[in-house]
């Protein structure tokens, strides 16, 4: 998708243009770079807008897990637009294709994860060979729990998962899935892995409960 031509042609200055780039690019990894050329302004200025952005919380900022030094992504963080609405406005988005669930929906658990958590245990985990886990919550002196975001649970992959279990073991691995009935959590072992399906409703819960040892 192309930056300018997403876009309207005639933008209002300061964040306006900025704030749309988001909005078009929203849960993708930030790259200043990326948007100081359509914005006309400086990396240094484009870091700026984009603190602004995430005070106002008209983003969300989601910087990545890296504690081994294993190819991961160290410093591009992710960023979200603040309300699925206006991210499907900017995209031109009348009408959702299948595809287009998945990915309204982890925004949808970003949001519930902010709501119970605040921002600061979020994290992402991706590798520079495309391995990826969508949410990581931080804990202090415990291994780190794991959460993919999926439309349907039949579509979960265990890939990547399995790379970031096998760089941080012992945590817990979710999956929040629209066909999870709410209530109705249930476990699968995929190889090494344990893995627990749940709805998004109970996600919380599932997270504050996640210090059962019979989880990990």
Not at 17 to 29: E, I
Not at 132 to 155: L, Q
Not at 173 to 188: C, G, I
Request: with cysteine.
């Amino acid at each position: 998708m192309s930056l300018t031509t997403t876009l309207h042609p005639v933008v209002d200055l300061g964040l306006a243009l900025p704030g749309s780039l988001s909005l078009v690019h929203s849960s993708g990894m930030f790259e200043a770079t990326r948007y100081a050329v359509p914005c006309e302004v400086s990396r240094t200025t484009i870091a700026s807008y984009l603190a602004v952005l995430e005070a106002t919380f008209a983003v969300h900022v989601v910087r990545p897990y890296a504690e081994g030094g294993r190819a991961e992504i160290v410093s591009a963080p992710r960023v979200y637009g603040f309300d699925t609405g206006f991210v499907c406005h900017q995209r031109g988005w009348t009408e959702l294709r299948p595809d287009d669930l998945g990915y309204l929906r982890e925004h949808l658990v970003l949001n519930e994860l902010h709501a119970h958590l605040g921002r600061d245990p979020m994290r992402y985990w991706r590798t520079k060979h495309g391995n990826e886990v969508d949410f990581v919550v931080v804990r202090r002196g415990r291994p780190p729990i794991a959460i993919e975001c999926k439309w349907a649970a039949s579509e979960f992959d265990p890939a990547g998962i399995k790379v970031f279990r096998a760089a941080y073991p012992g945590g817990p691995n979710f999956v929040v899935s629209a066909d999870v009935s709410p209530v109705r959590p249930y476990e699968r072992t995929i190889g090494p892995l344990r893995v627990r399906f749940v709805a998004l409703a109970d996600l919380a819960q599932e997270i504050a409960s996640a210090s059962n040892p019979v989880r990990e």
